[in-house]
């Protein structure tokens, strides 16, 4: 049997491209990678569901207090933050209610001020130094781990007092290795795509259970608030 490769590039080999085989080693493509995505969340969400809970409690409780989530990251991390936050902003299910949040790549005239005048380094860190506060929330995304301008931001947000969140890949990075991520989350592939699906598909679960914790204290304060009055 001829190498998948051998069929996708036969031209490295000194052959011709052959129709139908070229279309049987792209759906085998097709078929592997699919397969790999499953398995790489499946063994993930084994490994992090209880810290994916906890997850969730800390940065519902960050809303309970009035606080604030910004999120950040670089390249398709970027747009992971950019959706993270929009998530929050603008709930696509009835009856969810707006939280706060804000990305922190979405101006890209200060990111280019930013980077242009003192370093791309600093790009995050000088929006918390004027935005955030003690409480709110830090959420970084990075497959590697490393990104300078997010650790930047972990320091100052450790500085601030705020709750740090993160997703990383391969095996955590700096995020990991720094200490200052209070909840972290590793997927643990070097292959970037597999862990930009499983976090896309992690933070989406992140935001169902914060709204759900949400939902049964909204649910408590009620109550305490009813007997409260009959007490009165």
Not at 211 to 227: F, K, N, P, Q, S
Request: hydrophobic share 45%.
């Amino acid at each position: 049997m001829m190498d998948p490769l051998q069929e996708l590039y036969p031209f490295l080999h000194g052959q011709a491209k052959n129709p139908q085989r070229e279309k049987m080693a792209l759906l085998e493509s097709v078929r592997q990678k699919s397969a790999e995505s499953r398995n790489v969340k499946a063994q993930f969400f084994a490994a992090h569901a209880e810290a994916l809970v906890s997850m969730a409690a800390a940065l519902a409780a960050v809303y309970q207090r009035g606080g604030m989530l910004y999120t950040m990251g670089n390249g398709g991390s970027s747009c992971d933050a950019d959706h993270l936050a929009v998530e929050f902003m603008h709930p696509v299910t009835t009856g969810r209610p707006a939280l706060a949040a804000h990305s922190l790549v979405s101006d890209r005239a200060m990111l280019t001020a930013v980077g242009n005048d003192v370093g791309f380094q600093h790009v995050f860190l000088r929006q918390l130094t004027a935005l955030a506060r003690s409480g709110d929330a830090l959420f970084g995304f990075s497959t590697s781990g490393n990104s300078a301008n997010l650790m930047a931001a972990y320091r100052k947000a450790r500085e601030t007092g705020m709750v740090t969140f993160g997703l990383a890949g391969m095996q955590g990075g700096e995020m990991q290795a720094s200490g200052l991520v209070d909840h972290l989350l590793v997927v643990a592939t070097d292959s970037i795509h597999r862990i930009q699906e499983c976090h896309v598909t992690t933070f989406h679960i992140l935001w169902d259970l914060v709204h759900t914790i949400l939902a049964d204290r909204r649910g408590d304060l009620r109550a305490e608030v009813t007997e409260d009055a009959l007490r009165g």
